[in-house]
């Protein structure tokens, strides 16, 4: 960690990103009954900090070694890279996304951080409208923050983001839902040091949440929703 | 206990598929059963033993070659059951350009205390198709499950087509709850790679299932059940 205030910059819940549209799922587990109060909630946090975030983590931790070789001149922009480079961990991450309607919320999280990482720092060359855990480790990389840093913003986020939508959504107490997220940042900071781990031994997980990409579909066919995903 | 299968399915000039190989050991017997409406081969995995029990490590390894059409079933469900450590059950598959592969197992039981962690690793080359069912139940009736993993890696002409994998168990966080299974007592995944697949749209099929169309030449289909 050597540029904390940039880190917190990228992890700001007031990041210009478009992440203040997307539930994470939580607006259609909440729709099905699913979630209900704090203790449901922490479930649901649970698991997809275990799964998805695992996940964007390791790919995020990924995406910063594979800017910083692009950004030394490793790659050229828009292709010549192999499947370890930037355009692989996008492929990579589009067969570990079944849901096309979660593909698409990735990629729209993706294009608007890297509008706002464009604004801040010089990015890496990148695929354009790139999964939101590349665009985070390129832009991560560019802020010179680590892969160990990266990893941690996403598990972090992971889970901020669904409990901030639950808030709105059930109108939860947001003391309360902010004691959830206190007991659970073990398991995230747990969470992203594996993460970063796997990135680093090229095992990128694949763990996936089978009723996160059943219900995005079902989701994305409402005519009135709150979040975009 | 380690134990080995191997199937090697060929066309022969006709369009029929031969087995030109077919090996196993206890527990894994694969018994050619009869033939398919294609000319293909259907093969059954017979019981050879209970388990597979922790400490079982059992590869199985398919090859189809061009123009050949295979069909692998098991007579029974699989359960896996606590033993001495984790057991692992690897299945590699290779399906050339024109080959057929039907992997559609009987569902796998994840039984209390079990520790199982079950790897797929299909390699497509272009043109080949598949189709690849994967069920796991959570524990027998009224059971809380062991931990089990299971993971299915498939690349079609070199790249990545799908990577997914479940976890249930106490190793699993929230894995019960309203992200990942919500209360259900099994989940259901069946793959379909085919290269003449038209574009389309997902569909839901229910309040916990649904197809959903993969970025490449494939289209996988969740479905979570609450227990019998």
């Not at chain 2, 030109?20 to 059963?33: C, F, I, M, Q």
């Not at chain 2, 050339?96 to 797929?120: D, K, N, R």
């Not at chain 2, 309203?178 to 003449?196: F, H, N, R």
Request: hydrophobic share 45%.
């Amino acid at each position: 960690m050597n540029a904390r205030t940039s880190l917190l910059l990228l992890a700001d819940s007031r990041l210009p990103a478009g992440a203040h549209a997307h539930s994470g799922g939580l607006e259609a587990a909440v729709a099905a009954g699913r979630v209900t109060d704090t203790h449901t909630l922490r479930g649901f946090l649970e698991g997809r900090l275990a799964t998805s975030g695992l996940v964007a983590a390791a790919f995020a931790a990924a995406a910063v070694t594979a800017a910083t070789a692009a950004a030394a001149g490793g790659a050229t922009p828009g292709g010549g890279v192999a499947l370890g480079g930037l355009d692989g961990l996008d492929l990579a991450l589009d067969a570990r996304t079944p849901s096309p309607a979660l593909r698409r919320a990735s990629r729209a999280q993706g294009r608007a951080l890297m509008r706002a990482g464009r604004a801040m720092w010089t990015l890496a060359p990148c695929p354009a409208a790139p999964h939101q855990p590349v665009a985070l480790g390129v832009v991560a990389a560019a802020a010179r923050l680590d892969a160990g840093d990266a990893a941690f913003v996403a598990a972090y986020q992971s889970v901020t983001g669904p409990a901030s939508a639950a808030v709105r959504l059930l109108g939860l107490d947001p003391y309360a839902v902010q004691g959830v997220l206190a007991r659970l940042a073990g398991d995230c900071d747990d969470t992203a040091a594996r993460a970063t781990a796997r990135a680093a031994a090229g095992d990128l997980p694949a763990a996936s949440a089978p009723l996160l990409d059943i219900t995005a579909e079902v989701h994305a066919t409402w005519e009135v929703r709150l979040f975009a995903s | 206990m380690r134990a080995h299968a191997l199937i090697v399915a060929e066309a022969d000039p006709a369009g029929r598929t031969r087995l030109v190989d077919v090996r196993g050991e206890v527990p894994l017997l694969p018994r050619r059963t009869g033939s398919r409406a294609d000319g293909g081969a259907v093969v059954h995995l017979v019981g050879g033993a209970a388990g597979p029990l922790g400490g079982d490590e059992l590869t199985f390894h398919l090859e189809v070659g061009e123009g050949a059409s295979l069909e692998v079933r098991s007579v029974a469900a699989t359960i896996v059951y606590p033993g001495n450590g984790t057991s692992r059950l690897a299945v590699t598959a290779n399906v050339a350009t024109g080959g057929t592969l039907h992997w559609l197992p009987e569902p796998l039981i994840a039984t209390a205390g079990c520790v199982h962690i079950g790897t797929s690793t299909v390699d497509i080359a272009d043109g080949g198709r598949v189709r690849w069912r994967d069920e796991l139940v959570c524990g027998r009736h009224g059971e809380d499950p062991g931990d089990a993993r299971l993971g299915l890696s498939v690349r079609y002409g070199g790249k990545p087509l799908l990577e997914h994998e479940f976890a249930v168990g106490p190793s699993a966080p929230g894995w019960s709850a309203a992200a990942v299974l919500g209360g259900a007592g099994a989940i259901g995944s069946l793959l379909e790679v085919d290269p003449d697949l038209k574009p389309e749209d997902p569909r839901v099929l229910g309040p916990a299932s649904a197809v959903l169309p993969l970025a490449g030449p494939g289209r996988l289909t969740l479905s979570l059940l609450q227990q019998a």
